[in-house]
Nanobody, 126 residues
Framework: QVQLVESGGGLVQAGGSLRLSCAAS????????MGWFRQGPGKEREFVAT???????YYADSTKGRFTISRDNAKNTVYLQMNSLQPEDTAVYYC????????????????????WGQGTQVTVSS
């Protein structure tokens, strides 16, 4: 059974930083593309960042230069370092794993992912 558990969310002031973690079990992160998505109040769930099975990283335009996705292979855990946070970054952040092994096409599409974590709330105050 594949399971993803996110942690690290919280309340932070604008300009601050947070690091989210996504611990995976049942699926090896070096074989599957892993993504971070977020869903703000009244908004659709949107792509934030991804790290492919080969280690390549991609970001949404809104997070490029401020967020960094990385992974610890030994811990089978993916991280999202978020710097220079702004109120518009307020959302529930979700970790997800791609449906297919060794596959990274359409990494920005929600439908490419089949297992999601429970989400962690990030709130940025102005």
């Amino acid at each position: 059974q594949v399971q993803l558990v996110e942690s690290g969310g919280g309340l932070v002031q604008a300009g601050g930083s947070l690091r989210l973690s996504c611990a995976a079990s049942g699926r090896t992160i070096t074989s599957y593309t892993m993504g971070w998505f977020r869903q703000g109040p009244g908004k659709e769930r949107e792509f934030v960042a991804t790290i492919t099975w080969s280690g390549a990283t991609y970001y949404a335009d809104s997070t490029k230069g401020r967020f960094t996705i990385s992974r610890d292979n030994a811990k089978n855990t993916v991280y999202l370092q978020m710097n220079s946070l702004q109120p518009e970054d307020t959302a529930v952040y979700y970790c997800a794993t791609n449906k297919l092994k060794y596959y990274s096409t359409n990494y920005y599409e929600r439908t490419s992912y089949d297992v999601w974590g429970q989400g962690t709330q990030v709130t940025v105050s102005s």
